[in-house]
């Protein structure tokens, strides 16, 4: 564990996004806490997932993360450097350094332009390349992402969903990154063509040390890519371990049910299984419950989990959680 | 036990600017009470036109039945005329969509939707239909029912908008309820809510039940037979258990093997299946798989295989035996 080199900290980090009433004058009445206090580390050249329900504030973590969002407090430090205190130029310069890949591959590229345009884009604003280095460095992306270098005067329209994120996939690589945020990259694919871009993933990673922060709701593809797994739940972290740990010896009661949630594809195995099933929906983030956020649906809250919030504590070397009950 | 619903060669095409798109191409599948079955495929393979057509909602133009029958207790859907049809559907053969924001109305309570089918098919007055209404918001697990008889839809959550739809299918206590991937858009905790209470209803009330997905996870929980759709055709069918531990069709081999698994983990690459799903408007003479197919033998590239018992109860469109790689 010692050995490993902490690429990105995310120290207490919340962000807050204001709710406003009145037109003229505008008053603030509430904040949604999307993120509210979290703090992980992402080692180099590992893959951390990040997992849990819609509306749990994973994507806002990584977009606060990139500073895509400016986080309400909180620190992020990228390879020693404070990026919450970046800001103008230093902070474009740092954005070379950390990419990100987009969930709906229909929605992230630009209809208008064409395929080598939008590859492009990040040498241009950086000013990596000269024109003609850049036009060949586009055609390498595109083979790098098993596309055809032909293609690069083609538009987006041109491309199927599978194609296009394999062409979000180049972008993001296209300035060198040590550091990609993948947003749901495969949940919006057909099953037949998940692997391949997962597969495409994983060989990248491989051959340019990147480091990955995986977001994603498919609890088996993660199991399946990530070296290091975080639960979250209504904008705090309640669960951070190895793979292998969490999902064999998961310790927070959301990780439990939320893994006996998943499907197996095995009638045999998948029918025999207990699951715990949670009553009802996950509240609101404007307004969250009080101590434990989970203590409503949580099947062995006590009395505590109402009143206090629980620490974030290192049960076992790498295995964080944050429970009353554990 | 006779089936309760029963295609037979459904040929279904829609005509667009670009050409005839052959959505579906001959299926036949059939269901009996109390049974699941499980309708898997990519999206694009005809598996939602299919059942569309059994409750005729596929509009014509563009859409053409275009050969086929729907047998439902042995007479023909496809045959009867649209008064008729209404009297059936909704009432002995119900229907969850997949999405409960788009098919909900926004500017009815979700109680006055329920009541509707209620009113319309069984000629309740509204004060029963309320009763009824708030009995049937219970039954889905909707905590406080009487309050929320009268919540709109966007008032709902997700998986309580999808409880919403259930209760409104079963309104009229349907013989066949069909569900288009119901909780695809859910979170894996609520689908697991909506998996259970759907099974539990099954086994109380006797329904026959067609469930659609790509998520062969579901399947292998909840269906009894399944059936497996490739651009338009039927691949394979199989009961669940068969399916799974012993897959024939080169397409249903391969879409097991690249499903990562959430109870095991191996460090080996998923197997992935080359190419893209097929396009219905243009496609090619042979087999619809052989661009993507890892079995192909020279016969596939010009003839369509035809579905065909291998074993009892199950049956596959392939020329290939996969335990071998020749020709069967």
Partial sequence: MSDRQVLVSVQGLRKYFPIYRGIVFQTQVGAVKAVDDITFDVYRGETLGLVGESGCGKTTTGRTILQLYRPTTGRVIFDGIDLTTQKGESLRKMRRRMQMIFQDPFASLNSRWTISRIVGEPMRIHRLYSRAEQIERVEELLELVQLDRMHVNRYPHEFSGGQRQRIGVARALASNPDFIVCDEPISALDISIQAQVVNLLDDLQERFGLTFLFIAHDLSMVRHICDRVAVMYLGVIVELADRGELYDHPQHPYTQALLSAVPIPDPLKTRARQRVILAGDPPSPVNPPGGCRFHPRCPIAKDCCAIEIPAWHEISPGHWIACHAV | ?328
């Fill in chain 2, 1 to 328: 036990m006779d089936p309760l619903l029963e295609l037979q060669d459904l040929v279904v095409h829609f005509h667009t600017l670009d050409g005839v798109v052959h959505a579906v191409n001959g299926a036949s599948y059939a269901v009996t009470a109390g049974q699941t079955l499980g309708i898997v495929g990519e999206s694009g393979c005809g598996k939602s036109v299919s059942v569309l057509s059994v409750m005729r909602l596929i509009p014509e133009p563009p859409g053409e039945i275009v050969a086929g029958r729907v047998l439902y207790r042995g007479q023909d859907l496809l045959r009867l005329d649209k008064l008729h049809v209404q009297t059936i559907r909704g009432k002995e053969i119900a229907m969850v969509f997949q999405d409960p924001m788009t098919s909900l109305n926004p500017v009815l309570t979700i109680g006055q939707q329920i009541s509707e089918t209620m009113v319309v098919h069984e000629g309740m007055d509204k004060r029963e239909a309320r009763h009824q209404a708030i009995k049937l918001l219970e039954t889905v697990g909707i905590p406080q029912p009487e309050d929320r008889y009268s919540d709109y839809p966007h008032q709902f959550s997700g998986g309580m908008r999808q409880r919403a739809m259930i209760a409104m299918a079963l309104s009229c206590h349907p013989n066949v309820l069909i569900a288009d991937e119901p909780t695809t858009a859910l979170d894996v905790t609520i689908q697991a809510q909506i998996v259970d209470l759907v099974k539990d209803l099954r086994d109380r009330l006797g329904m026959a039940m067609i469930w659609i997905t790509h998520d062969l996870g579901v399947v292998a929980e909840l269906a009894d037979r399944v059936v497996v759709m490739y651009a338009g055709f039927i691949v394979e069918e199989a009961d669940v258990f068969t399916l799974f531990e012993t897959p024939c069709h080169p397409y249903t081999l391969a879409l097991l093997k690249s499903l990562p698994r959430v109870d095991s983990v191996s460090n080996e690459k998923l197997a992935t299946i080359r190419g893209s799903p097929p396009d219905c408007l243009h496609l090619p003479p042979g087999c619809p798989f052989v661009p993507r197919c890892a079995f192909v033998v020279e016969r596939c590239q010009r003839e369509n295989p035809t579905l065909q018992h291998i074993a009892s109860g199950h049956k596959i469109a392939c020329w290939v035996d996969v335990t071998t790689g020749r020709e069967r």
